[in-house]
């Protein structure tokens, strides 16, 4: 993870880092952009903008020796941007996904990352999105 310049990090009461992320969804919920990352930096990661739908919930990360909590929601991505800080800076793409093949490889490559996906599967119909 990149250090930001005038970021803070927030630890709760237990010293567990707290981090939000967000599932990024297109309007019709076929595919996902494979980005865990808070709504602000979801323009400079990913390059796109959208809406809060709906939070997952809080998940807990105890295999790193810093310990994050992280608060998971949906956004509804209502607009794709050209160029955004990461394309330019470091060439990050932006790779949309069916939700099948995004939780097949975030199984194998990012387990905590995978959870927040399933979670988001299994409570797709709740969501109604």
Known sequence: MKDKPNSTRIYDEDGFRRRAA???VRNDSDEVL???TALR???EEAGVVG???RRLGTFEDRTHIRRH???VFVMIVTEELAE????LGIGRKRKWFKLEDALNMLRLHKPTQHTYLESFALNKQK???
């Open 34 to 36: 494979t980005s865990a």
């Open 51 to 53: 809406r809060l739908h």
């Open 84 to 87: 955004w800080e990461d394309s």
């Open 127 to 129: 969501a109604n999105i």
């Open 22 to 24: 967000c599932i990024c």
């Open 41 to 43: 930096e979801v323009v």
């Open 69 to 71: 909590r992280t608060d």
